[in-house]
């Protein structure tokens, strides 16, 4: 069971990260908050084009450009708080695997085989 809520501010912040990420042709193509219970913390997945790209270095250092020009984002969401990696990477391909399409965002519980794969024990699904 998740313990510390993801408050409306964060979900708030992180689509207008998506929405500042989408006028930059970033193309995310997952977006995810997975909740990691031995660290009571929460983690902004983002699978990019640009990750495969660019590699991991400079993909961070494009986002942080992106949270400096966004000081009411980055009051709710830290380069700390995101990780990265490819549209073709096996967690991510697993995430969509075990769930559907949705029209906007929502929480979900992880189980099984995502679980295991992550860790994680809730998701919080901005784009998948």
């Known amino acids: 069971m998740v313990k510390e809520a993801l408050v409306r501010e964060v979900i708030e912040a992180t689509e207008k ?12 193509k997952v977006a995810v908050w997975l909740y990691y219970p031995e660290e009571n913390q929460w983690n ?9 790209r660019l ?3 400079k993909t961070y250092a494009e986002i942080q450009s992106v ?3 966004s ?7 830290r380069l700390t708080d ?5 549209p073709g990477d096996s967690f991510v391909e697993l995430l969509r695997a075990g769930t559907r399409k949705v029209k906007e965002p929502h929480m979900w519980s992880l189980s ?4 295991e794969a ?8 901005h784009r998948i």
């Not at 000081?71 to 969401?77: A, E, N, R």
């Not at 995101?82 to 490819?86: E, H, L």
């Not at 099984?112 to 679980?115: E, I, K, Y």
């Open 71 to 77: 000081p009411d984002i980055q009051k709710q969401i």
């Open 17 to 28: 990260l998506l929405k500042e990420l989408d006028e930059r042709q970033f193309d995310v």
């Open 55 to 57: 590699g991991p270095k």
């Open 44 to 52: 902004l997945l983002l699978a990019i084009p640009l990750y495969d």
């Open 118 to 125: 992550s860790m994680a024990e809730g998701i919080f699904v």
């Open 67 to 69: 949270l400096n020009s």
């Open 112 to 115: 099984g085989t995502a679980r």
């Open 82 to 86: 995101i990780s990265v990696t490819s």
